[in-house]
Nanobody, 116 residues
Framework: QVQLEESGGGLVQPGGSLRLSCAAS????????MHWFRQAPGKQRDLVAT???????NYADSVKGRFTISRDNAKNTVYLQMNDLKPEDAAVYYC??????????WGQGTQVTVST
């Protein structure tokens, strides 16, 4: 069973950047699409960005123009480049992958804190 592990979270000042990584223990080509979600304390888990096997991407309106999702199939890793971070971007960020044969997989999450 493929497992996902996020990394790259941390503390950053407003306006700063972070790059999150989601490393899979197996091939990410098994998944039709992969996503980044985020969940702030007391709030629901929201979809942030999606990337398909073909590399098509989609973003939540709140992050368009600031975040970029990408994938490296050779490294079995999906990335989320986050620029111009705002306090409202602070949350635990989760990687989620779905495939018809594999079903859905969640990572354990990585904390992003945006604060002075």
């Amino acid at each position: 069973q493929v497992q996902l592990e996020e990394s790259g979270g941390g503390l950053v000042q407003p306006g700063g950047s972070l790059r999150l990584s989601c490393a899979a223990s197996g091939s990410i080509l098994d998944f039709a699409h992969m996503h980044w979600f985020r969940q702030a304390p007391g709030k629901q888990r929201d979809l942030v960005a999606t990337i398909t096997q073909r590399g098509n991407t989609n973003y939540a309106d709140s992050v368009k123009g600031r975040f970029t999702i990408s994938r490296d199939n050779a490294k079995n890793t999906v990335y989320l480049q986050m620029n111009d971070l705002k306090p409202e971007d602070a949350a635990v960020y989760y990687c989620y992958a779905y495939g018809d044969q594999t079903g859905g997989r969640w990572g354990q999450g990585t904390q992003v804190t945006v604060s002075t």
